[in-house]
């Protein structure tokens, strides 16, 4: 058998195994969406996660699951109001999936009545993991909201949110990928100018996507995986498998146009361009494997997704992409399309010509684009970070609607998100209201309720009554029903001392978190954990500030490495870290501008403008877009270092480097923005913000930074660029190419 034969032989074997894993992939996939959970936002094992823990079963403590806002037709208080009201308490403390309830027409307490005294809450945590605590708030939620007797009751609450938002992401994931995958073809039939070649990338997008919707149904087995790692794995996987099909067909088809053969062909380019994507795939993979070192489940989940993913876009681009090109041959150039945009065009001597325009004027061209970057990175400096809420729901949603009424019309938000404060060793009274005293004179602080009484700016208001009396038998372990009738004590629960802490901020704010801050400093009767939303966030805080500083070394670090390994020079991999912190530092800009001040809401669409953005949104946004301008980077810098060897010369290499890989970055990057924009049409914010943003950076990296500010500076560096601390030998293949063609000048 020729060898030839033997690898037609051998391509056919591998497209087979293809077909029959993505069957497998698909079988195994296809009901992911519906395993995925909204969570892993507290920081793993913090305090403020073991305090909510350990006061996650008594009644009223904590953050409530459901909260039913109910508008009376007269009063909360009038007689057949309030009996409606007991009902609807009743009702929902009866159900198989609540551990228990607290409502206004049981407790009377103040807060739960609103300032109208037209409506009143009924509070419930409900019983399992996380995926039943959804499915029992949608039932309760279809059941109980609406009209009751003279009620109107409206929902809102952790677990409503969550069931509206896994079901709001699932369909704008569907919506997106319509939107995009027509877009996404049109594009290529433009770059390639053939529909068969315009396939392949489509083809290997597809493959990549689908295997790591099978890897992701693997993890939810073992681990929680949160919505936005599917969104976010895809569009980083279909991106960087079109990325890594444009170079690899592209150098495929020049080298049939030389007049090599296909198998010569394949080699050639797997040789040049294969190598040069095996660098780029392993430094997104580094780059998302910082997020594995921050403390948060969702962080945790976006990097195994997308690192299956990557893994996965460079092994299909390596082993199917080439076994399909090698069985195509020629006829990867059939069917093309006819118009101006047929392939053979003059694109690539445009991106010569502007890189030698530039190149003419480096400092001209510099100074105003960095200029520009800074500028749109300044409003980043007031940034203010906060946790998700239901504002991250579009305006409309019900949920959202209800969050807004309780912030408008309940004092304190209805006391349902308070922070509270642990005491997990022993504390008698007197101690604790002494404690519970300081706590209520720190500036911020509205109230404080524990088992004594309660107290308001430094001095005890209420004498011990029925509230006092529910943190007695808190502290004893025991849990009260909103029925009124007792549950078994807690296991593990007992004697725990606690405190209620209602404040002047938003639970989920900055401000709320300073107080948190504030709140240790006060001298305690023993240690405390400080829980609630105000907690989480002072703790998520510290949790990014005490990992940031390691995860960015790490990937600078590697970065440094895998691009001087690459090119031989450590000046193009310290540039290339430059240039990325400055086009992520103008994306963070953009986000501050458009998500928490405001601005451009007619062009990305209606959201709920809060004045601050997600805290672990900057963190997912920075590891893929890094990644992804590293693997643009890292393309441009390889063909501009093997021209530099062929030539000797950085103003012909940078020129010729980007005439070869200018117009497909570009290509890859408008595809990418494209499958973004799609993601951006969501009505969930956080899904809206990570499109935006993505989008963004990757135009900005694409145009901005590689076709002005790369061949600028390197220029003005001139023979610098290739300066190393080590000497380099060539790559054993150009080695061997430099022997022969010495041989054939002394022939």
């Not at 400096?381 to 912030?407: E, N």
């Not at 009505?683 to 809206?688: D, R």
Request: charged share 15%.
């Amino acid at each position: 058998m020729s060898h030839a034969a033997a690898l037609g032989r051998s391509s056919r074997t591998v497209l087979w195994l293809t077909a029959v894993a993505f069957v497998l992939a698909l079988l195994v996939g296809h009901d992911v969406q519906d395993r995925l959970v909204l969570g892993g936002t507290k920081p793993i094992g913090s305090a403020a996660v073991r305090a909510d823990e350990l006061l996650r079963n008594l009644p009223g403590q904590g953050v409530p699951h459901i909260v039913l806002i109910a508008r009376a037709a007269r009063s909360v208080d009038d007689p057949g109001d309030a009996a409606a009201g007991r009902r609807l308490a009743a009702t929902l403390a009866a159900d198989r999936g609540v551990a228990w309830t607290v409502s206004y027409w049981t407790t009377g307490a103040p807060a739960m009545r609103s300032k109208d005294g037209r409506s009143a809450l009924v509070t419930a945590l409900l019983s399992g993991d996380r995926v039943q605590r959804i499915a029992t708030a949608r039932r309760l939620v279809a059941d109980l909201t609406g009209r009751r007797g003279p009620l109107t009751v409206t929902a809102t609450g952790e677990a409503v949110i969550r069931a509206e938002t896994q079901e709001r992401s699932q369909h704008d994931l569907r919506t997106a990928e319509l939107i995009a995958a027509p877009l996404t073809l049109a594009i290529l039939l433009v770059v390639f100018g053939g529909v068969v070649a315009a396939l392949l990338p489509l083809l290997i997008g597809a493959l990549s996507v689908v295997g790591a919707m099978a890897v992701l149904r693997l993890l939810t087995s073992v681990t929680e995986i949160g919505v936005f790692a599917l969104s976010i794995a895809t569009a980083l996987g279909f991106a960087l498998a079109v990325d890594f099909s444009l170079f690899i067909v592209t150098r495929f088809r020049e080298e049939l146009a030389r007049g090599l053969d296909p198998h010569t062909a394949v080699a050639v380019t797997m040789r040049s361009t294969g190598r040069a994507m095996g660098y780029s795939a392993a430094t997104v993979t580094l780059s998302l494997s910082a997020l594995l070192l921050f403390p948060f489940g969702i962080l945790r989940s976006i990097a195994c997704g997308g690192i299956a993913i990557t893994v996965l876009a460079a092994v299909t681009s390596l082993v199917v992409l080439p076994a399909l090109l090698r069985l195509l041959g020629e006829r990867v150039n059939r069917l093309p399309v006819p118009g101006p945009w047929r392939a053979g065009r003059p694109a690539g001597r445009r991106w010569y010509d502007g890189a030698v325009a530039v190149m003419r004027r480096p400092v001209v061209v510099a100074l105003p684009v960095t200029l520009v970057l800074v500028t749109l990175g300044v409003p980043f400096v007031h940034v203010r970070f906060a946790t998700m809420d239901d504002r991250v729901l579009p305006p409309q949603a019900p949920a959202a609607q209800a969050g807004q009424q309780l912030r408008r019309d309940f004092a304190a938000g209805g006391g349902i998100a308070p922070t509270t404060i642990v005491l997990p060793g022993a504390a008698d009274l007197p101690a604790l209201s002494d404690y519970a005293r300081r706590i209520s004179a720190v500036p911020g602080v509205l109230r404080v309720d524990t088992a004594p009484g309660s107290a308001i700016e430094g001095s005890r208001r209420a004498a011990p009554g029925s509230a006092a009396e529910g943190f007695r038998r808190a502290a004893a372990g025991s849990a009260v029903r909103g029925s009124g009738h007792a549950a078994p004590a807690v296991p593990g629960r007992a004697g725990v001392p606690h405190l209620t802490v209602t404040t002047a901020y938003e639970p989920y704010s900055m401000e709320n978190s300073d107080l948190v801050l504030r709140l240790r400093k006060v001298g305690a009767p023993g240690p405390v954990l400080i829980g609630g939303p105000g907690g989480n966030l002072a703790d998520t805080r510290q949790g990014i500030g005490d990992v940031l500083p390691v995860a960015l070394a790490l990937i600078a670090l590697t970065t440094l490495a895998l691009i001087t390994a690459l090119t031989g020079s450590i000046v193009l991999a310290v540039k290339a870290l430059v240039m990325n912190a400055l086009s992520l530092t103008a994306t963070f800009g953009v986000l501050v501008h458009v998500f928490q001040d405001g601005h451009l809401r007619g062009l990305v669409g209606d959201f709920t403008v809060t004045g601050s953005i997600d805290i672990l949104m900057p963190s997912m946004i920075f590891c893929v877009a890094f990644g992804l301008s590293m693997d643009y980077e890292i393309f441009l810098l390889s063909r501009i270092t093997e021209e530099h060897r062929r030539t000797g010369d950085t103003v012909t290499a940078v020129a010729r480097g980007l005439q070869h890989t200018g117009r497909l970055f570009t290509s890859a990057a408008v595809v990418f923005a494209v499958v973004m924009a799609a993601l951006a049409t969501s009505t969930l914010t956080p899904l809206k913000m990570i499109g935006v943003g993505l989008a963004v950076a990757v135009l900005l990296d694409a145009t901005v930074i590689r076709a002005l500010l790369v061949p600028a500076v390197m220029r003005l560096a001139g023979r610098a660029n290739w300066w190393s601390p080590i000497r380099r030998r060539p790559p054993l293949g150009e080695r061997r190419h430099r022997r022969r063609a010495h041989g054939r000048a002394h022939l």
